[in-house]
């Protein structure tokens, strides 16, 4: 139902992908600059890899048998997954997690406060609800809706950080980690690569995309940021990169079409509604990546000013927020690296 947004790297040698155009740089390659391209699917988007080493098919394979572990411990659909293990146990005790599953809940709760509630993992019966919902055309009713908003609520999820346990204090509450996982699997795959010895490489998972140093010909990386609502590929701008995720959190590509009426996956936790802030996107550019897909998806849900403020707090964290209005709002911290592409036409931008 839900279909797929992402940013895509932008270059002049575009090889066609299914979601992402990667591009080869424009260099002289050398021997040690074997480079490896592949695309997978995991965690229910597309995991692009490009990787440039020696070693470089090796350390895609690494990745790859880690992320296949990431998503059987974190997925919401597999029976045996910590989350489903600890959903089962909701109100009826504490589990022993594996410390992986542990790493991405205390990283939810961390950021609890500085989100203001609009990311909160104990979203999961809403989400489910809208799924539901979503496969028989409908919407959920009011009622129906206010009713199920009162199992969400992070505070009630516990994480004992030092035994690797956790649990959910009221029956009925679930967790899902859509709006983290991807981030938290980006940060474990640039670890594979720097334990590698790997210098220069991209992970791209379904828009949670980090870039590790330079292009092989030093320069930094080139990453689009994907204009709202148009052709993929379209870019509104391009930052210029050296070891840094950029996260996108947008309502263009995963929705419900109810009535001719577009119902995003990104869900306001104060209302159980899909959040219908003034923004078409948040994009946060920062050096974790798990960090970025909170905030991202916070933002968006908290709109352009309170976004901003909050994006504001967190240290060497940058951001771009597209609004309906098509004003594109960057952080100071930008200034350097952002490029518009589509000044003078529908898009104007500014520096918050
Ligand atoms: P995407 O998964 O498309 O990259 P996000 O990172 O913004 O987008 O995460 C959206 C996913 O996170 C949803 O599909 C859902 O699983 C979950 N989610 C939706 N709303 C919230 C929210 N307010 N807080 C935490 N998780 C959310
Ligand atoms: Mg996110």
């Known amino acids: 139902m839900f279909t797929k947004r992402s940013l895509f790297l932008y270059s002049r040698n575009i090889i066609e992908g299914v ?11 050398t021997r040690d600059e074997r480079l490896i391209e592949k695309q997978d699917y995991f965690m229910s988007t597309i995991v692009t890899q490009k990787i440039y080493g020696h070693n470089s098919l090796e350390a895609y394979n ?3 048998v880690e ?10 659909f597999k029976d045996s997954s910590d989350v489903s293990i600890l959903n089962r146990m909701a109100g009826k005790g504490v589990v ?17 406060n500085i989100c203001r509630g609009a990311f909160d993992i104990t979203i999961a019966p809403i989400i489910d609800l809208w799924r539901r919902c979503g ?3 409908k919407i959920p009713g009011q009622k129906e809706v206010e009713e199920t908003l009162k199992c969400v609520d992070c505070r009630s999820l516990h994480v004992d950080r030092i035994n690797n346990m956790a649990s959910l204090a009221h029956e009925g509450q679930l967790v899902d980690l859509g709006g983290i996982a991807k981030g938290y699997a980006a940060d474990i795959a640039v670890e594979i690569y720097a334990g590698m010895g790997i210098k220069s490489a991209i992970v791209d998972l379904g828009g949670n995309v980090f870039c590790v140093g330079n292009k ?16 993929r590929g379209v870019s509104i701008a391009v930052l210029q990169v050296t070891n840094k995720t950029i996260v996108t959190s947008g309502d263009y590509e995963r929705f419900i079409k109810v009535n001719g009426k577009n119902y995003h996956h990104i869900i306001d936790p104060r209302t159980g509604y899909p959040a219908d ?6 994009t946060v550019i920062c050096e974790n990546s798990m960090k970025a897909d909170i905030l991202s ?21 940058e951001a771009i927020l597209v609004t309906k209005d098509k004003e594109v709002f960057i952080t100071k911290g930008l200034r350097d690296c952002f490029h518009c592409l589509d000044s003078g036409n529908d898009y104007k931008y500014y520096i918050y």
Not at 277 to 282: M, Y
Request: charged share 25%; aromatic share 6%.
């Open 62 to 64: 690494n990745v790859l």
């Open 277 to 282: 802030s003034n923004l078409e996107s948040a």
């Open 96 to 112: 022993k997690l594996s410390k992986k599953t542990i790493d991405v809940l205390a990283c939810a709760k961390d950021h609890e």
């Open 297 to 317: 998806t916070a933002a968006f849900v908290l709109g352009l000013n309170e976004g901003m403020e909050v994006i504001g707090k967190v240290n060497d964290v």
């Open 216 to 231: 092989p010909d030093g320069n930094p990386w080139t990453v689009g940021i994907q204009r709202p609502y148009a052709a």
């Open 67 to 76: 992320i296949q572990e990431l998503e059987n411990l974190m997925s919401f």
């Open 135 to 137: 496969r028989l055309s």
């Open 19 to 29: 979601v992402l155009k990667i591009m080869n740089g424009d260099y002289e390659k």
